[in-house]
C-alpha cells in the first residue's frame, strides 16, 4: 500500500490546499516546505502563500514543542526527582536562560529546533525572550528552503536525501557540543567544590590544637 503524495492530497483538498499543507508542515517541515516549492514552481501552488503558510505552520510547530517542555517541568515531581539524581541540571538550567537566543538559533541551524525548544521550556525560559529569534530563523530557513523547492524542483528527490543527511549530521554536531558544554560545567562545578573539600581537614587541625 503506497501512501498518498503531497501533490496527490493537495489536489483533492479543494480549496482547503494550503491548510492541508500547513499541517504537513507542521507534521514534517523542511521536506514538506521544499515539496510545496516544487508544486510552486510547476504553478500548483503560489510560491508566497507556500512561504507564508510554511513560515506560520513552523511557528506553531515551535510553540507546540516549548510548550511541551513547561508541562515537563509542571510535573514538579519527575524534576524534583531529576535534580536530586543529576546535580547538574540546575546549573544547565541557569545557564541556558542566559543564552537561549544563541543557543536556540545554533540549534535551528544544525536542524536540532526540537530538542532546544523543549529544554528551553524545561528551563523556563520566556517565551517572549525566544519569539524574535524563533520568526527570524524560521522566516530565513522557510525562504532558504522555499528558494531551494523553487529553483531546484527537477532535482527534489536528492534535495530530500541531502536533508536526511544533513539532518543526522546536524544533531550529531549539536549533541557533541551540548555534551562538551556539559562536561565543562561539570568541570567547574568540581572546581568550585575542591576548595571547601581541601579547608575542611585545615579547620579540623585548627579545632583540636
Do not use: C
Not at 513552523?58 to 519527575?78: C, E, I, P, T, Y
Request: hydrophobic share 55%.
Amino acid at each position: 500500500m503506497h501512501l498518498p503524495s503531497l501533490s496527490w492530497i493537495l489536489h483533492h483538498a479543494g480549496r482547503w490546499h494550503y491548510a492541508w499543507f500547513m499541517l504537513l508542515v507542521f507534521v514534517e517541515g523542511p521536506t514538506t516546505t521544499i515539496a510545496g516549492a516544487v508544486l510552486a514552481a510547476s504553478g500548483l501552488l503560489n510560491p508566497w502563500k507556500v512561504f507564508a503558510a510554511a513560515v506560520v505552520s513552523n511557528l506553531a510547530a515551535d510553540a507546540f514543542w516549548f510548550q511541551v517542555g513547561r508541562v515537563v517541568r509542571s510535573r514538579g515531581h519527575w524534576m524534583e526527582k531529576i535534580e536530586r539524581r543529576y546535580p547538574l541540571v540546575r546549573p544547565l538550567e541557569r545557564k541556558l536562560r542566559e543564552r537561549a537566543v544563541a543557543f536556540l538559533l545554533f540549534a535551528k541551524f544544525t536542524l536540532s529546533g526540537v530538542p532546544a525548544l523543549i529544554a528551553a521550556g524545561v528551563a523556563q525560559v520566556p517565551w517572549r525572550k525566544l519569539l524574535g529569534a524563533v520568526l527570524l530563523s524560521e522566516i530565513a530557513w522557510i525562504a532558504f528552503l522555499t528558494f531551494l523547492g523553487y529553483t531546484l524542483w527537477n532535482k527534489v528527490a536528492y534535495l530530500a536525501l541531502v536533508f536526511r543527511v544533513a539532518a543526522v549530521a546536524g544533531f550529531l554536531v549539536f549533541a557533541f557540543v551540548v555534551t562538551h558544554y556539559a562536561r565543562r560545567a561539570m568541570n567547574g562545578l568540581l572546581a568550585a567544590a575542591q576548595p571547601a573539600d581541601d579547608a575542611q581537614p585545615v579547620d579540623d587541625a585548627d579545632h583540636h590544637g
